[in-house]
Each structure stands twice: as C-alpha cells, then as structure tokens.
C-alpha cells in the first residue's frame, strides 16, 4: 500500500496533473489490474484523511496543506453562503458556512476550495473562508438592464448576486432599459468590488410576452433545437418503422389495453391492463412501456443529444423535450388505436397480495382507450354511486379520501353498465368498465400493502397556472392527486420495482433510483419540532411513527409545515449503480423503468432489459453508470428548479396586478425577521416582515418556533392560521412581502411608527435562547 500511496501523491501534486477519475489516474500509473482493489482502497483513505480531495465530477486532486476540502458553494438570499463538500465514499459531509466577507468572488453553483476555520459541533455548523475559486458554474446570466448616473447596469435574476452588474457600453446589443438580457460576465463581483459583464444577447422588454420563458431557459443553459443530424436519424427510423412488422416481438395488439394521462399530455409512454387468471384467481397486473431503445440505437445522434439533455424539461406552456417530436409524440407515444412497440412487465399477486411469477417481454400493443385523469376519477365517482364502493376507508392523510379495500379472499368482479361519459354523451365500451374496476382495486391494495411496509407519503402540492384566452396567467391552483392519478402511480411503481428486483436477483449492475435514509441527527430535530407543536414522537427513525404524525397533520393547518419540514431532513433521491433502498418508498431495490420518452435512466434501463429478453443474460460498467448516473441527476435539478422558477414568476407576476388582495394563509416558517405564510388556496408563499407587525414590539422564541409579542402576549406560531395581504411583490429578486389583515399601528404611548415598506430582510440579528 505505502508504494502505491507515493505513486498516487506523486501523480497528484506534480504541476502538468490534470484532475483525473480514479479508474483513468490508475491506469495512468501502469500499475498491473490486481492492484486496482488496493489503489481503490489506497484513494479512499486518501479522501479520508483529507490529503486527496475529491472534486466536481469525481475527480481527484491534491488537497490544499492547511486543512481545505473541495464543495459546490450557494449563497443565500441573506449575503452569506455554505460550501458542500464532495461526498466520501458514498457519504455526504457537514455544509460550512462561509460569512459574506470570506467568500471571495464565488457564486452560486461554483466548485470552490475552503479551509475550515472553526470545526462542526453538535450546536454550530463548520465555518470557513474560500481560498480558491476552482470552476465556476457559469459565466452566463440573465437580468434587467437600467441606466443610474449615465452608468450601464444589469440587475440579474434571483438573489446571485447582492449588487447589480457593470456592464459597459451596451450599445451594440441595442439593449433598452427593462430590457432583458444575457450577460457574459468578465469579472464576478466580490464584497469589496462590482463585477464587471457584457451583454451578449437582449431578449426583449421586461414583461413581454415569452420572455419570461426565454429568460429561463437562457438563465439555465436549457436546450432548444435539435442537431440536425439528430432530427435526420429521426426521420430515418420514422420512415423504416410498420406497424405490420412484429417480428421477435410478443403480440398483445388484442389485449384489453388503456392509458392515463393529463389531459395535456403529447407523449404517452405507459399503458396498463389488469385481469384475473381464472384457474388460479390471481391477479394480473400488466405495465407497457414505449419502447423508445427500439428507435434510438445506442452512440447515435439521438442517443448523445438525448444523454446530454438526460430529461425533457416542462415548463408552463412550453415543453422542451428529451427526443425530437416525430419520436416522442410519434412513433413511441402509445397512442390510441395505433400498434407500438413496448417493454412489457407482466406481473402475478395472490388475493393476499403475494408477488407471484413475474414475466418481462418485447412486445407490441394497441392502445384501445386514451382516458384522462378526470374522465377515469368520473367513472369511478360513477361506479361508487352505483353501489360499487371501494371496501373500506383509506387511513387519513394518505393523499386521497378514497377508500382502500382489506385484503380479499377472491377478487370477483361484476360487470357493470356503461355510466354517462364526463361530456354527457355515451360512456366507454362495456369491456373497459369492469378493467376501470379492477384497476382500482387492485391499486387499492398495492397501495395499501406499501404503506403496511413502511412507505411515506409527504404531499407537497403541485402549483397549476390558469390561463385565459390571450395565454395571459388568470389565476392559479393545486394539483388535484385522487384515485385516478393513485391508480396510475400505483402500477409503475410495482413495474420499477419488478424490475430492479429482476437485475439484483441476477447481479446485473444498473441504475438504480436511490433515496438514502436520512441522517439522525436530522430525524432527531425533526422529532423535536414535531413535539413543540404538540404531535410526540417517541423514535423518530421509526417510519410508522413518521407517518403518524403526517397522518395526524394531514387536515390541520401546520399540515404543510410538518410535511415540507420531514422534507428538509431527507436527502436528495438520485440515480446511482450502487445499492441502496428507496426510503421514502421503503423499497429495498428501485429504479425508473416506466418513462423513456422524457428520462435517459430509463432508457438505459430498457436497454439493459433487452439484451435479458433476446440473450438471457445483461452486463454493465459500474463506473460508467456512476458517472451517467451523477449526470442525469443533475440535469434533473436543472430542470426542477426552472421549472419552479419560471412558475413563481408568474404566480409573482399575476400577484404584482393584485396588491392589497386578501388571502388566507398558513404559516410555514418562522424566523428572527418575521414570519413566512402559504396561502391556503393560492400556490404563494410569502414574508411578513416582523417591521409590519406595528401592534407591538415582537421576539422570536426559536424553541417555539414563534413571534410573540411583549406587550400584548400575541404569539404568530408555525402551523397558525393568518390573513394576510398582498403588500408588494419584488419581481427581479422573486420574494413577496404580505402584511397583516388586521394590522394595527401603535398608539403614541406605545410609542408606535408608521408602517414601513415591506422589503428584503435585513441580515438575521442574534437570536434570543
């Protein structure tokens, strides 16, 4: 070991080292291959004990002589930041904060080295400085330009940056003030100095319809128009592909097959069916996936554009998808009345729910019935009121008040008469509604038999902009999640979990779909909060207990509190090779297996599971999956977050027409500055600022989690219920200030001031014990 720890040192330091991943730094070192396990275990204890670092990618470099390690940095919206250190075998490490003054010049995203300063505590997280800037996340930015002083400046989007952006002479691009614009920045601000940028594209006036959308698209580096080359190779396999030609494939074209989907949806990639063996009473459960691998051969042109994109990416009124059209809503969208190719999961369950025999195919189907959510939760609503109720209520907080069936002895089904279709004309074929039935039931119990096991539901509902006849935002909802979208949810959940069952029982590496259980210690605070607001929690690594709780929440006001405070203390789900279960889920082996059209997991998945079907066996490269699997990670948070962000700035938008609108609201974060509240029925969250509380003068108990006031003794807790007005919206910074309803200025005596304009919070003040 020690001659292998001197060539890897030695390797590391010297000053031609580009960073490198452990397997091609090995092979580099003409070391023979039986001492990959001892370099591996050498590297290892390297990162360890902080004499390697562990960078972006995976790479290794040199750790700095004073103690530093190697993280992603983000900056907060209060001026300070926290740098995340690469994980250690698998391992997150602590986050260190890093003080506004010590940060350098990095910004959000950027790989930084930082020393630690001040060790982590049970009490206190690691603080340090930033030494070194070592890749910057982007040099590309959106925001507004305006001129101050004869002075060109760029306010850029969010809370990136604290100061605005010099910009120079602007006049080649031809910007305007409140115009947007993309700016390539030449020099990053720091605390003691502006940065300094140059606008490289306008994109029209602040406001103006789509630019909104381009502004995040550009802000995020998202993809628009396919290579050429790839929309070629499209058009080739369109032209080749039959509907005729089934060769090698299993033939379900005469199969009682539907889909579920919203009733926006361009790409169908799922579609299920649900019987009863007749001799053995089982269940049969079949799940069709677009059999996208059939179209897109591997190391072509629409294979590296659609790895490099790794997910489609749906934004409000806009979708930005992972194939190109003729591919993702043509020859692999099952849809209605038409023969596609598919990836078949054909599972067994006893009436106890007992997995029986589970068969994987190449198949080919033809989708008999295209249905919407609403149109199956109508026909269930139907059903229910023709005296065919689901068996028994749904526990509470489950994410739906639907019922859920005991186990049966035998799953009967009785047909029953086509009701009224959701348009008031003929309802769907006499065969579809007994299937209608059984899916139910069926969903029922999978679902049932997962929470039995120890799975969670934490429902944070989705926000749905409503649109009027100009395309203009008119208003905004949540998501509705019933029994329609239960039952679709339901079926590719046992189609993943088949399949990554499958691979593990034969020691295929693949990837898999990971969500780690979360820290202790985070677990223990959860605890914590949940007992100050009255809901005990005796051992909070216990599951059952969690969903106690979250039960007990689910029709409470703090219901979206507790929910997004479990949240905080899980870790990231991910795509990675290595085993590990899906805690949120309580799956021991998952991966995403049932959506190719819009995640490149799952496609790699498919493929793996073709070469099963035609040869009987399957292989891959670990590492190469690791590093795919870190990839399509990431470019899934890239298009989370646009997606939320372009959405905020809507709802922000549609609100900044509304100032002085009341709303009720539920508070969901307290802090030393004031309160956070979420309107009950409007997808907005905004701040209180604790300077509008004029009533009185208010201190934040932090074990409380509360404001209360000294003189009057009134308290604004999480979880309380508040009306709250709409009292300014910051459009470049994404915040919302709300105030009280029934906001009172002091009285002379008290010596009260007059109410301030809600702004951005100061700098947090010291917290009382």
């Not at 054909?346 to 919407?372: C, D, S, Y």
Request: hydrophobic content about 40%; some cysteine.
């Amino acid at each position: 070991m020690a001659e292998i720890l001197a060539k890897v040192l030695h390797a590391v330091t010297a000053k031609s080292y580009v960073p490198l991943k452990a397997k091609p730094l090995f092979k580099r070192l003409n070391l023979p291959e039986s001492d990959y396990p001892e370099f591996r275990k050498t590297v290892r204890e390297l990162v360890r004990t902080g004499r390697l670092a562990l960078a972006k990618n995976n790479t290794l470099r040199a750790a700095d002589a004073h103690g530093t390690v190697a993280g992603v940095y983000r900056r907060s919206a209060a001026g300070h930041g926290f740098v995340r250190p690469q994980a250690v075998d698998g391992a997150p490490q602590p986050e260190i904060y890093i003080r506004e003054d010590k940060a350098l010049d990095a910004a959000t995203g950027d790989e930084v080295m930082a020393r630690v300063t001040r060790a982590a505590t049970r009490l206190k997280d690691a603080a340090g400085e930033v030494v070194r800037v070592l890749e910057r996340a982007t040099r590309t930015f959106v925001g507004t330009y305006f001129e101050r002083d004869r002075v060109a400046l760029v306010r850029v989007d969010g809370n990136l940056f604290a100061h605005s952006i010099a910009v120079g002479d602007p006049g080649a691009k031809g910007a305007k003030p409140q115009d947007k614009v993309v700016i390539e920045m030449l020099r990053f601000p720091a605390p003691d100095a502006r940065g300094e940028g140059v606008v490289a594209e306008v994109l029209g006036p602040n406001g103006a319809p789509g630019v909104d959308t381009l502004s995040v698209i550009r802000a995020f580096g998202l993809p628009e128009a396919f290579p050429e080359s790839a929309l070629a190779e499209a058009r080739q396999v369109a032209s080749q592909f039959s509907e005729t030609d089934l060769h090698g494939r299993t033939d379900f074209t005469d199969e009682l097959v539907v889909t579920i989907d919203p009733p926006d949806a361009k790409d169908y990639d799922d579609a299920v069916s649900v019987t009863i063996d007749p001799k053995t009473k089982h269940w049969v459960l079949t799940v069709h996936i677009a059999d996208v691998a059939a179209f897109v051969k591997p190391g072509g042109a629409l294979d590296v554009e659609a790895r490099k994109r790794a997910t489609s990416v749906y934004l409000p009124q806009k979708v930005i998808p992972m194939f190109p059209e003729l591919i993702s809503n043509g020859l692999a969208s099952l849809q209605e009345g038409k023969v596609r190719y598919v990836k078949t999961v054909r599972m067994e369950f006893t009436p106890g729910l007992q997995k029986g025999h589970v068969e994987f195919f190449n198949g080919a189907i033809r989708n008999r019935k295209r249905f919407t959510y609403d149109e199956v939760q109508a026909l269930l609503d139907e059903l229910a009121g023709k005296g065919n109720p689901p068996p028994g209520p749904l526990p509470a907080g489950r994410g739906s008040s639907e019922a859920a069936p005991s186990e049966l002895d035998s799953p009967a089904v009785s047909d029953v008469s086509s009701p009224p279709s959701p348009e008031g004309g003929v309802g769907p074929a006499p065969d579809l509604l007994p299937m209608i039935r059984r899916m139910r039931d069926l969903a029922l119990l999978l679902r049932k038999k997962r929470f039995k096991r120890g799975a969670l539901e934490l429902t944070m509902p989705e926000a749905v902009l409503e649109y009027d006849a100009d395309g203009r935002v008119s208003g905004a909802h949540f998501a509705e999640h019933n029994l329609s979208h239960q039952i679709v949810e339901e079926f590719m959940l046992a189609a993943n979990e088949a399949v990554a069952e499958h691979f593990t029982a034969h020691e295929v590496s693949f990837l898999r779909r990971v969500h780690p259980a979360p820290n202790e210690d985070k677990l223990e605070a959860f605890a914590q909060f949940a007992a100050i607001l009255g809901h005990p929690i005796k051992r909070p690594q216990d599951r059952y207990e969690l969903q106690r709780v979250l039960d007990a929440t689910a029709d409470k006001p703090e219901r979206a509190a507790f929910h997004f405070a479990l949240l905080r203390s899980f870790k990231q789900a991910t795509y990675s090779p290595v085993p590990d279960e899906h805690y949120a889920l309580a799956s021991h082996h998952y991966c995403h297996f049932t959506s190719p059209i819009r995640r490149y997991p799952d496609l790699q998945v498919h493929r793996l599971l073709d070469k099963w079907v035609r040869t009987g066996s399957a292989s891959a490269n670990t590492e190469e999956l690791a590093a795919l699997g870190e990839h399509c990670s990431k470019m899934e948070r890239r298009a989370e977050t646009a997606e939320r962000e372009l959405v905020k700035t809507r709802i922000l938008s549609y609100l900044s027409g509304r100032l002085g609108e009341q709303l009720d609201a539920v508070i969901t974060g307290v802090a030393d500055y004031g309160f956070f509240a979420q309107a009950e029925r409007f997808p907005a969250e905004g701040l209180v600022h604790i300077s509008s509380l004029v009533d009185d003068y208010y201190w934040f108990d932090e074990s409380a989690h509360s404001l209360e006031g000294r003189r009057t003794h009134r308290r604004f807790r999480l979880g309380d219920r508040v009306r709250v007005v709409v009292a300014r919206v910051d459009l470049p910074r994404r915040m919302l200030d709300l105030r009280l309803a029934d906001a009172r200025p002091k009285t002379e005596d008290d010596g009260g001031d007059a109410l301030p304009t809600p702004g951005r919070p100061p700098r947090p003040r010291k917290r009382r014990k």
